[in-house]
């Protein structure tokens, strides 16, 4: 369903990892047809991470939603499952290969969070992700000259030791670890 006035798309889908690169090009289709282009890799980045957990440990079944409004400058992101367990971020290991999605999430997003969720008398719960639009829609899609530098950091409240790095209107992603360098387009 897609709700042009509200700015309010959503998919139902069951969260098999072919469905799951169909849902990042669907959210990338719809950021471009909003003209919101500087926030697609940010965007399909989260909803593969929030989709890719439903996958992993989503339980009795892998049906989700996945659901994106545009309201006052803000794009939020949201997948709501069956599973009333909310997520937990854990700390990864340098070797090892799970473990870093929510904390890429909290890296790359505005805010997030995730929160109980009733459906038609079904428990389960809502995880989101809030990107700034207003200043994405500034600046240029695809940025011709870039510099690098690290990113400032600041606390992102929920998530201990991870930042949300912000320079020149852009949300830049920081690592749990620290800051990486970041590509900002010159202006």
Same mark, same amino acid.
């Given at each position: 369903?897609?709700?042009?006035?509200?700015?309010?798309?959503?998919?139902?889908?069951?969260?098999?990892?072919?469905?799951?690169?169909?849902?990042?090009?669907?959210?990338?289709?719809?950021?471009?047809?909003?003209?919101?282009?500087?926030?697609?890799?940010?965007?399909?980045? &989260?909803?593969?991470?929030?989709?890719?957990?439903?996958?992993?440990?989503?339980?009795?079944?892998?049906l989700c939603t996945v659901e994106m409004?545009?309201?006052?400058?803000?794009l939020t992101v949201s997948v709501h499952?069956?599973?009333?367990?909310?997520?937990?971020?854990?700390?990864? &290991?340098?070797?090892? @290969?799970? &473990?870093?999605?929510?904390?890429?999430?909290?890296?790359?997003?505005?805010?997030?969070?995730?929160?109980?969720?009733?459906?038609?008398? @079904?428990?389960?719960?809502?995880?989101?992700?809030?990107?700034?639009?207003?200043?994405?829609?500034?600046?240029?899609?695809?940025?011709?000259?870039?510099?690098?530098?690290?990113?400032?950091?600041?606390?992102?409240?929920?998530?201990?030791?991870?930042?949300?790095?912000?320079?020149?209107?852009?949300?830049?992603?920081?690592?749990?670890?620290?800051?990486?360098?970041?590509?900002?387009?010159?202006?």
């Amino acid at each position: 369903m897609i709700s042009h006035r509200s700015r309010h798309c959503a998919v139902e889908l069951d969260a098999r990892p072919a469905r799951i690169g169909q849902i990042r090009r669907i959210v990338s289709a719809q950021l471009r047809y909003w003209q919101l282009d500087p926030l697609i890799d940010q965007a399909a980045l &989260g909803v593969t991470e929030l989709l890719s957990n439903v996958h992993r440990h989503a339980q009795p079944d892998k049906l989700c939603t996945v659901e994106m409004r545009l309201l006052r400058g803000r794009l939020t992101v949201s997948v709501h499952d069956h599973d009333p367990r909310l997520p937990v971020v854990r700390t990864a &290991g340098p070797l090892e @290969t799970c &473990g870093r999605g929510l904390a890429m999430v909290a890296a790359v997003s505005e805010s997030w969070g995730a929160r109980p969720h009733e459906h038609a008398g @079904t428990a389960g719960k809502v995880v989101w992700f809030t990107l700034q639009a207003a200043t994405a829609a500034l600046l240029p899609p695809h940025p011709t000259a870039v510099r690098i530098r690290p990113a400032p950091v600041r606390s992102a409240g929920p998530v201990p030791g991870v930042g949300v790095g912000v320079g020149l209107g852009v949300e830049v992603a920081a690592a749990a670890a620290g800051a990486l360098p970041v590509a900002v387009p010159v202006l």
